[in-house]
């Protein structure tokens, strides 16, 4: 398997020759290292729909006729107002097998909307954490959240690998809330921290964070770095 990360909150995936992206957010993303004109997928994942993670979805669905998996809300949205009818709606406690491995979506504490062309937000679902069990790896995408104490339960049934979670401050976590997360209720074997340094209002010092993270290993990976399994 290749688990790789590619600004804000995108990871990228390949296993059992499928490719798999999370919270596209490239096109006018600084810290991006990709080209979405030029990206082959076969699914997107989307944690919520907000600009910075649903991002070039719809280009790189219809691009590459992509299956979107993502809340309900977000299938409607894309079959009604795009035209992409490839898309599989899930919710928070639903899991399924797909031909890459399989997908389950558990809570998050944030927001959900895009803005659309006349400037109003449209509701696209409850905001979700993503947990990827891909070939005997289990993988847990936070999302954007705040801390929460179910985060224990998500892990204790789900004994997580990799962790990926924000430390932007402002809209999600935080350096102390994140480490704490890690420290106290996840207890993954790798964390990679995520969502920080896009924008003004999410700079942070991940070596800071990772100095406050005392189990497992920290992985500070760059955009276009794979993560070491």
Known sequence: MKLSFHGQSAIYLEANNKKVIVDPFISGNELSDLDADNLEVDYIILTHGHGDHFGDTVELAKKNNATVIGSAEVGDYLSTNKGHDNVRPMNIGGKVDFDFGSVKFVQAFHSSSLTDDNGVPVYLGMPMGVILEVEGKTIYHTGDTSLFSD???IAD???VDVCFIPIGDNFTMGIDDASYAINEFIQPK??????????????????EFKSAVNVGEVQIVKPGEDVEL
Do not use: A, C, S
């Not at 790798?190 to 070596?207: A, G, L, M, R, S």
């Open 157 to 159: 049934r789900h004994p």
């Open 151 to 153: 985060m224990k339960l």
């Open 190 to 207: 790798i964390t990679v921290p995520i969502h920080y340094d896009t924008f003004p209002y999410i700079e942070q010092d991940p070596e």
